[in-house]
């Protein structure tokens, strides 16, 4: 069963469950013909994940606990299923493609249902699993660059894609966790991926964009080229290593430095005035004492120089930084620090802009900011995910199902239907 599930009169509930290494944030969505309707958030602290990673069960489940309760009296609906974020640097990209031949006289839905599995047919370590099959483009004989292949002739079928593997018992240990709350996994969903879904528009994604979303313990990259996915990344270095920065340098308690760089920080020393100062708590006994906001920003503008210049690198690796003409959409919780945008224009020499969740409706204000790019990503990822099972139960396919992930091989009608071209591109990614 998809979704997150109470029914009412007017659609479905769904949910989206974000485990970070700093929070666990739960979003409640109702589906309906006009969209979807945000009912309920939570945001509660977190501190059972290491670096995207679970690092104890019970202080995650704790959290889990905590904000789906807070998240379904704010609603006012039982939560029964979710769909999980999973970052982590266990994450990983590779590329690969298949071929397939046409069985008729032009392609259907078997024939790419069957190229996509060759894609996916590559030697895995035993540890690992196949998260997503992410298509960039198919090949029709000769002609390539096609978006949308099916109703096309010709003899031969391919297609290129990126394959995201992640470490088996990381993903079992998420689902352990939610699972121990009394609720049912319905998918796992990379965070990133998730995050796109809320805040990019199909212009940037055509043209080519880059998502970096800096949560507490990883910053994650997913490249869009000519609509499709060509890139994840995962860099182990986030918001908290900034923190640490500032408890080491102005010794003061870690909780103190999350404060002090949530209110007062700048990613940019120049945007910070001489005078202004800021009171520093002291450790162990100390008394507080009164520090220069410069001295501040001089050792966060390290750190965050550090993670743009990574990120650059990352990105001219893939050989596509030429083809970021949208440039950068920042999203999550690190990106709030004053200075971070400007910050990022000026290490990775292209534009750049906060993402905020997009499509919404409902109590939107309380999901308006880069934090919630993920949890919200996670909804529209699952609303269209059950509009995407219900469409193949009535033999149709969904004009406007989500990417997608792990494949359910078999549960698809070969008819190609009525689409648009993004519906094509959508169910594709949603079936594998």
């Known amino acids: 069963m998809h979704g997150a599930l109470s029914m009412n009169n007017q659609g479905e509930i769904v949910v989206g469950l974000d485990i970070g290494t700093t929070k666990v944030c739960a979003v409640v969505g ?3 013909p006009d969209g979807i309707t945000i009912l309920g958030v939570a945001s509660v602290p977190c501190r059972g994940l290491r670096k995207g990673i679970v690092s104890n069960i019970e202080w995650t489940v704790r959290s889990i606990r905590e904000a789906i309760e807070s998240a379904q009296t704010m609603a006012g609906v039982e ?12 994450i990983r990209s590779q590329p690969s493609d298949g071929v397939a031949a046409i069985t008729g006289s032009e392609v259907t839905r078997s024939d790419v249902e069957r190229v996509l599995e060759g894609a996916r047919a590559i030697p895995v ?13 198919f090949m029709v004989d000769i002609q390539d660059g096609i978006r949308d292949p099916i109703g096309m002739s010709g003899v031969r079928l391919g297609v290129k894609v990126n394959l995201v593997t992640a470490a088996t018992s990381c993903v079992q240990n998420v689902i352990r966790c939610v699972e121990r709350c009394g609720l049912t996994v319905a998918d796992v969903v ?32 997913l490249l869009y080229v000519d609509g499709g996915i060509t890139h994840t990344s995962i860099v182990p270095v986030g918001g908290n290593n900034i923190t640490n920065d500032i408890a080491a340098g102005l010794r003061t308690p870690m909780a103190e430095a999350d404060r002090l760089k949530r209110l007062s920080g700048c990613a940019l020393g120049r945007m910070v005035g ?3 100062e800021v009171e520093v708590p002291g450790v162990g006994g100390h008394s507080p004492r009164r520090t220069p906001r410069r001295v501040l920003s001089d050792i966060i503008e390290p750190r965050a120089e550090e993670i743009f210049a990574v990120i650059r690198k990352r990105i001219e690796d893939t050989g596509m930084l030429e083809q970021l003409s949208a440039g950068v959409v920042l999203t999550g919780g690190a990106v709030l620090l004053e200075g971070m945008p400007e910050f990022a224009e000026e290490v990775l020499g292209m534009p750049v802009r906060v993402g905020y969740p997009t499509g919404i409706k409902g109590i939107t204000q309380l999901v308006h900011g880069p ?18 099972a219900a469409s193949r139960r009535k033999g149709v396919a969904h004009p406007t199902s989500a990417s997608r992930a792990t494949s359910k091989s078999g549960e698809f009608s070969s ?10 591109w959508e169910w594709i990614k949603q079936a594998f």
Do not use: C, W
């Open 30 to 32: 109702e589906t309906g």
């Open 79 to 90: 939560i029964r299923t979710v769909y999980a974020g999973v970052a982590g640097s266990h």
């Open 125 to 137: 370590d035993a540890d690992r699993q196949i998260l997503h099959v992410l298509p960039h483009e």
């Open 190 to 221: 990379l965070e990133p991926l998730a995050s796109a879904e809320a805040v990019l528009s199909e212009d940037e994604k055509e043209i080519g964009v880059a998502v970096i979303d800096i949560g507490g313990g990883t910053t994650d990259i």
């Open 274 to 276: 001489d005078e202004e």
């Open 371 to 388: 934090q919630f790019a993920t949890g919200v990503g996670l909804v529209k990822y699952g609303a269209n995910a059950m509009a995407e």
């Open 415 to 424: 008819e190609s239907g009525v689409r648009s071209r993004s519906g094509f």
